[in-house]
């Protein structure tokens, strides 16, 4: 582990496992968070993973990411992991299908309250900032309730070689009005930028899981949030996936920026 890689705040719980992941699996089952390789990784078009959804399952019931080739976006709910097709359509996704990057939790919330919109993305996210137990890394969060409008983002599969940028230039953005469902995510701090998106990470699910993707903003009318502040992340790096330095040029950021905010 490089001493320099990131904040100490993060290096203490910062575990990354370059596998040997048969080993590492199985020691990382009480972690609290459980990442597969990196962002920088997709970003260098490392689209094929070597965790399937049946080991990652072992992990956590609460996450999100995505699928080989970029096959779709990850919505982890209650121990069930679905797929958002380019479209926005959700199915199970078969417990043999492998992922190329993922986070997951076991989720238990200890903070809980509601939010009385509606409230732009940006007040959300100051509200949810505002409840944060301050010292927290990391959180992992789940929203349920009523929201006035989402919009999201799929993409569709990539041919072998595609980088992130490029698949995110060619995503699908939907918008859905008046739905209820949950939102499914974390928040990582401006230190795990290229380990993460920095800031906050989030999926949709509709109440019937047949509509969702990934969040560029929402307008929540009437939610119930529960965070979860994790002080431990374990990260599991694909053979030959190295992780980048901390300090990022304002040219990968606003990369990073354009592929996750859209
Ligand atoms: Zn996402």
Known sequence: MEPDLVDHRLIHSLDVAAMG?????????ARALFQVSTLDALFAGNLEGDLTFGELAAHGDLGLG????????????????????????????????????????????SVS??????????????ALDARLPSGTPACALR?????????????????????????????????LRDVSGTL?????PGYAQGLEVAGYHLHFADAARRRGGHVLA?????????????????????PGIELGPPDRSADERA???EAEEG
């Open 21 to 29: 992941r048969r080993a590492a699996s199985a020691d990382a089952g």
């Open 66 to 109: 995505t699928l080989d080739r970029l096959d779709g976006e990850m919505i982890a709910l209650d121990g069930r992991f679905l797929r958002a097709d380019a479209d926005g359509n959700l199915a199970p996704i078969p417990p043999a299908a492998r992922t190329p990057f993922a986070v997951v939790t076991r989720f238990r919330p």
């Open 113 to 126: 309250f509601g939010l009385d919109g509606p409230l732009d993305h940006a007040a959300f996210l100051r």
């Open 143 to 175: 929203v349920d309730g009523d929201f006035e409008r989402l919009e999201l983002r799929s993409v569709a599969r990539q041919p072998p070689g595609t980088s992130l940028a490029e698949a995110a230039r060619q995503q699908h953005a939907f918008e």
């Open 184 to 188: 499914v995510g974390f928040r990582f």
């Open 218 to 238: 929402c307008r929540p009318a009437r939610v119930q949030v529960g965070l979860d502040p994790e002080g431990d992340l374990h990260v599991e790096l694909p």
């Open 255 to 257: 990369r990073i920026r």
